[in-house]
C-alpha cells in the first residue's frame, strides 16, 4: 500500500494550475462531487479487482488531518445517487423483461449516467475540492451524452460557483477517460486523478499538500467531444470501418490543425522546468538524443521529455508527426539539472506499403522534434535520406477494406533552416536476420512436439480446450476454474499422470481478480464471496442464477475452512500509461507477480493494450494509450514485473481491433492493412519483442469478415513468424449468452480457432469438445482440421504449462 502510494502521483496530470495549490497544511475543505465519497478506484466487469478495502477522497482527506465540512451535502447526494441507480436498473429490467432476454443482455457493462441533482452547496471551508466522476466497463460503450462523455448541468452549475466563491477551489477528476471539459475551462486549478487503485484517497491528499507532486502526461488528447474525428464508424452493430486509418488521436489533430483543449502528452507540476543543449546523432540506424533539464521552480518534481518526427511523404501520406522516444526524469529538488537520454532506430518509424507489402523510409527530410506535449516541441535537427529504404520485407495479412483510407490536406510542415542535418544513406542498414532459436528452446520446441505427438487424438483436442466439469462450468461469467476460487478458468488437468499439469489464469489489469473470500471442505473449493462485480450482480437475475448452480437456485450448506484472498488494485492502465515511466509500470507488474504466486495464480489475463480509437469505447481505462510506442512499453514493462516472478506468466491482449464494446463478440473490424500494421498491431509487436509475454490472447470481433481467433495470417504468419512469438495463443471467454440477440456474424468456436492458430479456447465445455472431434472426423467440415493442426496447438499448451508450473526443465532433460 504504501509502494503504491507513493507512486500514484506520477500517474495524475496537473491541467491547469494557478499556485493556489499545494495547501500550506491540512485545514478545513468543503468537498463535494459524485467522486468524493464513492470514489472509484477502477472500472467495472474483468478489469475489477477485489480489495478489503480502499481509500475514498473523503477518507483520505480525513487520514491527513482535513477537516470535511460537507457531510450533509455528501450524504443527502449519495442517497439521490442510490435511487437513481435503482430506477436505471429497474428500468434495465423491465426492458429486457418485455424482449424475452435475461436483463444481462443488457445491462452487462451499462453505466448509469450521473444523475441531474438540485442540493444547496452546504458547508464553507479554507478551500473546496468537486471530485467529478465517470464509471466505465467492458460489455458497454460510452455515450456522448450529459452525465458520461459531458457534464451535466448540475455539475456545469456548482463547479463554476465553487470557483467564483473560493479562491482556492480545485476540479478533480476521478476518470478512466475522457471527459469534455469546455463548459469548465474558467476554472483555475484542474487535476487529472484519474483511477489510482487501493491508495488514491490518500495519494490525492499527498498531492494536495505538497508531499507529492504530480508528474503525469496525458496518453490522449482531451478535446471538445465534437472535435474528435468522425471519419471512422464508431459503434455500429455488425461492421465498423476504421476510414480514418491512421490519422489516430494526435496523428489527426495535429495533421488537420484542430486545437484540443489538452493536447497529447501534456501535463504541468508544481514546478517548473527548462530544457536546454539537445544533441542528437545517428549510429547506424539509431537515433540519439540528449539534453540537459533543469528543475527552475520552487518544488521538486520530474519532467517528461518526448520526441516527435515529422517523416516525409512521398508514395504514402504521412501524419504531422509521430512519438518515437520519451524519457523521464528522476525527481529534481529545485534548481536541480540531469541529462535526459532517449532513442529510436529509424527502422521503428518505417512505413508500410501495402502494394509491396514491406516497411520503408521515403527519401527527404525527417524532422526531428523534441518538447513537452505533442503541440510544445522545437525542431533540434534534421535527417536526410536521400533514397527509399526497404526496412523489412514481410507479407500481406489481414485482409483487405472495402474503403481506401481516408487522407487530409497536408499542412506544412515547421522546419529550421539553421537546424542540424546529418545525411542518412542506405549504407546504414544491415538485413535484420530472424533471431536464431537458442539450444534450450530448440530442446524445449522437439520435447513439446514429441509430448503432442504422443497422445492420441482425445488428449489431444481436451489439451486445445479450457478445462470444465460438465454442465456445472461456471464459464458464463468467466469465473470457470476449480483450484482458486473465482480465477477466470483452468487448463484441462486431464493429463496431469502424462506430465502435464494444469495452470490457472486469473483476470487482470488493475490487479488479480479472484473471489475475496472461500472455503475448502472435502469436496474442494467453494466461493463464500462472488468474485463478480456488483455492477453485473445487479443485472444477474434466476435465469442465470440456474446457469451458475448448474440448474438449481436452493443453496448448498458446506462447513469447511475458511481462507481470505484479498488482492492489490494498482492503477488502471490509461493511469499507469500517464506516468511515462515504464521503471513505475515494472513496479506494479512486481506487486501483480507477488499475489499470483501467494494464491496460486500462473497466467495473468492482462495486460490489455488496445488502442484508444475514440473516446466512447468502454474498456478504454484498461488501455494505455491512443498511441501505440506508448502502448507497447507501458505494457512490455508491467510484462517484465509479472514474469520475474518464477512460474507467473502475463497474457497481452486482445490482440487485435478490439476498439468498442458494442456488439463485442460478433462485430467485425474493417482496417486497412496499413493502419493494422501502424497504428493496431504496433504496440503489441513492441511488446512481444521487447518483453517476450507467456501469451497473447485474440479478441472477440472479426478482423476484415473473419474472427481473429480464426486467422492464420495473425496467429501464425505475424505473431509467430515475423515476431519470433514463442508462447501460447488463447481465446478470449467465448460464451453464448447474448445468442438470442440477431447478429450478422456467428461467435468464435474451437474449430476455427485451432484452424487459425488459437491454441486454446477458452473457458471450455463439452460444446467446444464436441466441435473439434467433428471437425477431426468430417473433411466437409466447415473448419476441418487435421491431428497436425492439434499438434501444432496442443505443443504451445504443453509449452505453457511446463512453464508455468515449472517442470519444463525435468520435461526436456
Known sequence: MSQLRKLAPECMVLLKSDGAFPLEKPCSIALYGNGARNTIKGGTGSGDVNVKE?????????????????????????????????????????????????????????????????????????????????????????????????????????????????????????????????????????????????????????????TSCPSGKLTDTWAAADDYCTVGEFGEKDDTRYNEGIYVGYRYFDSVGKEPLYPFGYGLSYTTFEWKQPIFSLKGTQVEVSANVTNTGTFSGKEVLQLYVSVPAGKLDQPYQILAAFAKTEELAPGAQTRVKMSFSLTDIASYDTETARRILEPGDYVLRLGTSSRETEVIGVLELKDTIKAEQLRNAGGTPDFQDWKPEPLPVQREKDAIRIPVTASDFSSAEPE?????????????????????????????????????????????????????????????????????????????????????DEQGIYELESAMPQAILDFVDENVLRALHAGSTEKVERHGEEFEQWCTAIPVGTALAQSWNPELCELCGDIVGTEMERYHVQLWLAPALNIHRNPLCGRNFEYYSEDPLISGKMAAAVVKGVQKHPGCGTTIKHYCCNNQETNRFRNNSIVSERALREIYLRGFEICVKDSAPTAVMTSYNLLNGEHTSFRKDLNIQILREEWGFRGLVVSDWVTTMGAVLPSKYEYACASGSVKGGNDLFMPGGPADIEDLQKALADDRHPYHITREDLEFCASHVIRAAWTLCQTGNEAIK
Open 54 to 210: 480502499f481509500v475514498t477522497v473523503e477518507m483520505g482527506l480525513e487520514n491527513a488531518g482535513f477537516t470535511v465540512t460537507t457531510d450533509l451535502w455528501l450524504s443527502d447526494y449519495e442517497k439521490l445517487h442510490e435511487e437513481a441507480h435503482q430506477k436505471f436498473v429497474d428500468e434495465i429490467k423491465a426492458e429486457a423483461h418485455e424482449k424475452g432476454i435475461p436483463a444481462i443482455m443488457l445491462g452487462f457493462g451499462a453505466m448509469m449516467p450521473e444523475p441531474e441533482y438540485d442540493l444547496p452547496l452546504y458547508g464553507n471551508g479554507d478551500a473546496a475540492l468537486y471530485v467529478l466522476s465517470r464509471n466505465s466497463g467492458e460489455g458497454t460503450d460510452r455515450k456522448p451524452i450529459k452525465g458520461d462523455l459531458l457534464l451535466n448541468d448540475s455539475e456545469v452549475r456548482d463547479i463554476l460557483e465553487l470557483n467564483e466563491k473560493y479562491k482556492k477551489f480545485m476540479l478533480v477528476l476521478n476518470v478512466g477517460g475522457v471527459v469534455d471539459l469546455t463548459p469548465v475551462q474558467e476554472v483555475r486549478n484542474i487535476l487529472l486523478l484519474s483511477q489510482l487503485g487501493m491508495t488514491i484517497g490518500d495519494s490525492l491528499a499527498d498531492v494536495l499538500l505538497g
Open 436 to 520: 536464431a532459436l537458442s539450444k534450450e528452446d530448440v530442446r524445449m520446441q522437439k520435447a513439446m512436439l514429441d509430448k503432442a505427438q504422443s497422445l492420441s487424438d482425445e488428449e489431444l483436442i481436451h489439451l486445445c480446450v479450457g478445462a470444465f466439469q460438465d454442465e456445472k462450468s461456471k464459464s458464463v461469467i468467466g469465473a470457470a476454474a476449480f483450484s482458486v476460487a473465482g480465477a477466470a478458468g483452468e487448463s484441462t488437468n486431464t493429463l496431469e499422470e502424462k506430465g502435464i499439469p494444469a495452470f490457472v489464469m486469473a483476470d487482470g489489469p488493475a490487479g488479480v481478480r479472484i473471489s475475496p473470500r472461500y472455503g475448502v
